[in-house]
């Protein structure tokens, strides 16, 4: 059974910054991509970056290009999502996904394209 844990969000004001993390269990987790997207209230759910499963390539959203930076450590099966200089746009609850990619790094944008969530965690940014 696959379990994927979100943690760190929080409280933060406008120009601070925190870091995500997704402790990931019961699957191959370097054969998987993967994603952070975010879900604002009244908004769709929209992507945020993405990571290869060997790390190699990181893409992220234009909205956050520069701000959010994806990694992980596959030796303790977790993703991070760095965010600095953070918005009161920003303010979100953020899910972690993974998608099955065993092969290449391929770092897909849209959800349906991966697996497993987490149960996300709230960031708030206040002006």
């Known amino acids: 059974q696959v379990h994927m844990v979100e943690s760190g969000g929080g409280l933060v004001q406008a120009g601070g910054s925190l870091s995500l993390s997704c402790a990931v269990s019961?699957?191959?987790?370097?054969?998987?991509?993967m994603g952070w997207f975010r879900q604002a209230p009244g908004k769709v759910r929209e992507f945020v970056a993405a990571?290869?499963?060997?790390?190699?390539?990181?893409i992220s959203a234009e909205s956050v290009k520069g701000r959010f930076t994806a990694s992980r450590d596959n030796a303790k099966n977790t993703v991070y999502l760095q965010m600095n200089s953070l918005k009161p746009e920003d303010t979100a609850v953020y899910y972690c996904?993974?998608?099955?990619?065993?092969?290449?790094?391929?770092?897909?944008?849209?959800?349906?394209?991966?697996?497993?969530w987490g149960q996300g965690t709230q960031v708030t940014v206040s002006s």
């Open positions: 990571i290869s499963g060997s790390g190699g390539r990181e």
């Open positions: 019961g699957l191959a987790f370097d054969s998987y991509v």
């Open positions: 996904a993974a998608g099955f990619r065993p092969y290449g790094s391929m770092c897909p944008k849209i959800g349906g394209q991966y697996d497993y």
